[in-house]
């Protein structure tokens, strides 16, 4: 059991706008410990999407974005394309009894 | 470029053991901590296992705790885990990661994967 809550699917038509929420709790993201995102394609090597909250490494496309407030943190998807079908995962650090590097319950993004 | 090359995956018995492999190329392999993270059929990601660039420090995810063991050989750049008591839960997809910095500590992220090897824990 994840303590990374995210919704199980989003969805958007090509060129829309769809974000992903990853609701923690004070012990992970609210205790101020960075979250990061990754994108999981069948087949393929997992990638990392953003890190440190809002970063995106080099080669990521600019319509990859994400933020952190309180609890939470989002990634947002702008200019939707059929290659961005794929489960998208946020991680974090949770410090509770038992400290540990957590992941997200993670989300399908379908592109209609 | 970074590459990570897992191999050593394929059909154990319960109770039995096994041992991944993953051979890395690209960066200098000693200056950064090495993990494994695991995705069991149809459920999310669980990260396993870390050490440290030097092998001193490591962590283990609790149901994993005293059945796997996690090593390093900075001359072959390799990253190995070892796998006891095998257990049918433990069937998974299992991802070698370079981790972005070379101790373990609380801010850490994966910033390179490899393509994973496959452990089918059955009778």
């Known amino acids: 059991q994840s303590v990374l809550t995210q919704p199980p699917s989003v969805s958007g038509a090509p060129g829309q706008r769809v974000t992903i929420s990853c609701t923690g709790s004070s012990s992970n993201i609210g205790a101020g410990y960075d979250v990061h995102w990754y994108q999981l394609l069948p087949g393929t090597a997992p990638k990392l999407l953003i890190f440190r909250n809002s970063n995106r490494p080099s080669g990521v496309p600019d319509r990859f974005s994400g933020s952190k407030s309180g609890t939470s943190a989002s990634l947002a998807i702008t200019g939707l394309q059929a290659e961005d079908e794929a489960d998208y995962y946020c991680q974090s650090y949770d410090s509770s009894l038992s400290a540990s590097y957590v992941f997200g319950t993670g989300t399908t993004v379908t592109v209609l | 470029e970074v590459q990570l090359l897992e191999s050593g995956g394929g059909l154990v018995q319960p109770g039995g053991s096994l041992r991944l492999s993953c051979a890395a190329s690209?960066?200098?392999?000693?200056?950064?901590?090495m993990s494994w993270v695991r995705q069991a059929p149809g459920k999310g990601l669980e990260w396993v296992s870390i050490?440290?660039?030097?092998?001193?420090?490591?962590y283990f995810e609790d149901t994993v705790k005293g059945r796997y063991t996690i090593s390093r050989d900075n001359s072959k750049n390799t990253v190995y885990l070892q796998m006891k008591r095998l257990r049918a839960e433990d069937t998974a997809v299992y991802y070698c990661?370079?981790?972005?910095?070379?101790?373990?500590?609380?801010?850490?992220?994966?910033?390179?994967w490899g393509k994973g090897t496959t452990v089918t824990v059955s009778s």
């Open positions: 690209g960066f200098t392999f000693s200056n950064y901590a």
């Open positions: 990661a370079k981790v972005n910095d070379m101790v373990v500590v609380r801010g850490l992220w994966v910033d390179v």
């Open positions: 050490i440290s660039g030097s092998g001193g420090s490591t």
